[in-house]
């Protein structure tokens, strides 16, 4: 099996680290992103340096802890708000966000993602990375995109899957984004707001 620690040069091992290869070796069970796109998350995130990040869809924090981690290699120390739908897996990453050490920058929210995204008010962030129910995208991208600062980043997991295939067709014709459709795994989708 492949880790995030062979695809990434880290210059130090740290406690998030440690939890990141934990969880890469309960894959088997558990559908995260992966390595190989965890990886261009984290290239992503080190790039753009968001402050203000929002994850639609936390299963038990793989993702928010390599965009975290990626934060911290790059200086910056951001806010990360996280909505998940069931509780227990929200709770299972609570345990994780403790155990990595960054549950004063992490609010985990449990509530459906598009409902949180309609209850937002006033706030915009540099980053928002989705990966929700596939049928939702559509609207999580209309929803996300006034929340978006200008020159943000949106991540769409699993852009290649035959269910979304039409919508990342849609977001690349989309004048009010620049896309691109990177081919790693099922797909990830990439729109900078303009």
């Known amino acids: 099996m492949t880790y ?14 440690s939890i990141l290869i934990e969880l890469e070796k309960e894959e088997a069970y558990l559908p995260t992103i992966g390595p190989m796109k965890a990886a261009f998350l984290f290239t992503i995130v080190t790039i753009t340096r968001p402050k203000r ?4 869809g936390t299963l038990h924090g793989y993702s928010a802890l ?9 200086g910056i120390r951001p806010e990360l708000t996280t909505v998940e739908m069931s ?4 709770r299972r990453a609570i345990a994780n966000f403790k155990r990595a050490g960054v549950c004063d920058i992490v609010r985990v929210v449990i509530d459906d993602a598009l ?17 929700i129910s596939k049928g939702e995208y559509p609207e999580a991208f209309e929803l996300c995109l006034p929340i978006l600062k200008k020159h943000g980043v949106m991540v769409f997991d699993n852009a290649l899957m035959p269910g979304v295939r039409r919508f990342s067709r ?4 989309d004048t009010r984004v620049t896309s691109s459709l990177i081919k790693i795994g099922d797909g990830m989708l990439v729109c900078i707001k303009r």
């Open 4 to 17: 995030i620690t062979q695809l990434i040069s880290f210059h130090e091992e740290d406690h998030l680290l």
């Open 66 to 74: 390599v965009m975290l981690k990626a934060c911290k290699d790059a």
């Open 87 to 90: 509780e227990v897996r929200a």
């Open 170 to 173: 849609a977001v690349l014709n």
């Open 53 to 56: 990040i929002l994850e639609l």
């Open 115 to 131: 409902t949180y995204v309609r209850s937002i008010k006033g706030e915009t962030f540099d980053f928002i990375f989705i990966d």
